[in-house]
């Protein structure tokens, strides 16, 4: 059996997730319906954004190559999805990149307990995948220290810890200075996905979500 973690840039609606919801194109030309669909792990209030698929999707010599949502699925919002494709898909070997930054103030509903009390802003990263350290370790010094952040007042910080340290694709940098986080940059070979393949070098412009 394959997994896929299928990452939207929106948040997606529980109760609408099932496998019939996902059509995953191969190499061989065949659609192929997944077994299971999941958001688990990555189901905490601000993730919810990444379903695990689980299927034969590279049976033989075949290879996906595209995922298509082809029943109903909702965001939280509940608009449909149906009818949304990606041809956009990494092959494991390649590692994790980062796909989705988000900045929330550090008291924000769902990050209470990550953040120390030095905190000034939290921004939640979501990887392609799952990521922790090498072969499965918890993420670390090294982890912290190959993370940067450009803020807005020019200047470019490391974080002052990682919370959310689980298996999960999701990463929340705490950051000690008051200028808003403007994009996060992360040096290879520190973030490995559940093959323990290491991240490339990867980037990410940072969308605020702090309401004045």
Known sequence: MDGMPVT?????????????AFAVETSAGEFITPLCATLRPAQE???????LLIGPFSAGDSLPIGVE??????????????????????ALAAGPSLVFAELFAPGALGLEGECSEETAQA?????????TGPQSGNLAEAQ????????????????LSLGDDDP????????AETSPAVSVSVIAG??????????????IDVVSKITE
């Open 8 to 20: 939207f840039s929106v948040q997606i609606n529980s109760a609408s997730v099932s496998a019939t």
């Open 45 to 51: 209030p601000l993730e919810l954004r990444t379903v």
């Open 144 to 159: 912290r220290t190959a993370m940067s952040v450009l803020l807005e007042n020019g200047e470019r910080v490391l974080p």
């Open 168 to 175: 999960d694709n999701h990463v929340i940098a705490c950051l």
């Open 69 to 90: 949502i082809v029943e109903q699925l909702e965001d939280t919002e509940g608009n449909s999805l149906v009818g949304l494709k990606s041809e956009n898909l990494t």
């Open 123 to 131: 921004v939640l990263l979501t990887w392609e995948g799952g990521v």
């Open 190 to 203: 520190f973030f490995h996905d559940p093959g323990d393949d290491p991240n490339p070098a990867t980037s």
